[in-house]
């Protein structure tokens, strides 16, 4: 049983981070991509558990997008939720922002998406609820995923499925 439907907004993860001297590069103070890599893994699983209710894997990081430099001692903003269902798996978008503790303002740094897979205790995947959209946004952001996701089987030789 895949559970009752969920709302995207019910997956939201949003996580607050600051970069510290050891996750740059040193002498430029820019932020290693790696790092960034891993706190965006972080906030998408838990969006991802949030909507399948338990244990996910992450099988693919589709698109990741450096927008604009991250320094050192910015404060780090991620935004995650998922995009799309199918039966096992989940596109989860990730949206990092830095804001600007004094003027309250953001500026918006990097995007990725990600696909993860739900899976039991053994490991096997298994069923997720499906997604009930709400809102414009939730429905175009589904459209987008489904077309991210049928260039990902065609790229895997796999054809849209």
């Known amino acids: 049983m895949a559970g009752t439907a969920l709302t995207p907004s019910a997956s939201r993860c949003v996580m607050t981070q600051i970069v510290m001297p050891g996750h740059t590069n040193g002498a430029a103070g820019v932020m290693f991509g790696g790092v960034m890599m891993q706190w965006i893994d972080v906030c998408a699983g838990v969006a991802a558990m949030r909507h399948c209710g338990g244990r996910v894997v992450t099988a693919s990081i589709d698109r990741l997008d450096f927008l604009h430099p ?4 910015d404060v780090v903003v991620l935004n995650a939720q998922v995009n799309y269902t199918g039966r ?5 978008g990730c949206r990092v922002e830095t804001e600007d503790m004094l003027t ?12 993860f897979v739900a899976v039991d205790e053994i490991g096997a995947p298994r069923q997720v609820p499906p997604l009930v959209l709400e809102t414009d946004d939730d429905k175009r952001r589904y ?3 489904q077309e991210r996701r049928a260039d990902r089987l065609r790229a895997a030789g796999r054809g849209a499925r």
Do not use: G
Not at 88 to 92: K, Q
Not at 104 to 115: P, V
């Open 104 to 115: 309250r303002t953001r500026r918006y740094t990097t995007k990725a998406y990600l696909t």
């Open 143 to 145: 459209v987008q995923a």
């Open 88 to 92: 096992t798996s989940m596109e989860v």
């Open 70 to 73: 991250v320094r050192v001692s």
